[in-house]
């Protein structure tokens, strides 16, 4: 069973920055997904085990993933951030290949909320 914890979450101004930090361990592909009240749960943006990373068009030059395997921790450093983007936000795994913000995830956190104030 994978075990993965979210932090970071908080208000925060329109304009401003948080970065989200989650304990994941070193598997294949990782990602963040967001989920707002009463919308879908969309990715965000996910990283694979080379670096390789994808974004969704609505956070890309705003939203930077990266990970550090040495400490197994994710993250989602989020700058410019915008009232759109409050949401609850998902760390996720997946084991195997297909590393898409549209993959299926294997592992699921219990999120942390973002909220962006205008």
């Known amino acids: 069973q994978v075990h993965l914890v979210e932090s970071g979450g908080g208000s925060v101004q329109s304009g401003g920055s948080l970065r989200l930090s989650c304990v994941a361990p070193?598997?294949?592909?990782l990602g963040w997904f967001r989920q707002a009240p009463g919308k879908e749960r969309e990715g965000v943006a996910v990283?694979?085990?080379?670096?390789?990373?994808k974004y969704s068009e609505s956070v890309k030059g705003r939203f930077t993933i990266s990970r550090d395997n040495a400490k197994n921790i994710l993250y989602l450093q989020m700058n410019s951030l915008k009232p759109e983007d409050t949401a609850k936000y998902y760390c996720?795994?997946?084991?195997?290949?297909?590393?898409?913000?549209?993959?299926?995830?294997?592992?699921w956190g219990e999120g942390t909320l973002v909220t962006v104030s205008s």
């Open positions: 996720a795994v997946r084991q195997i290949y297909g590393c898409r913000i549209d993959s299926n995830m294997d592992y």
């Open positions: 990283i694979d085990s080379r670096g390789t990373t």
């Open positions: 070193r598997l294949y592909c």
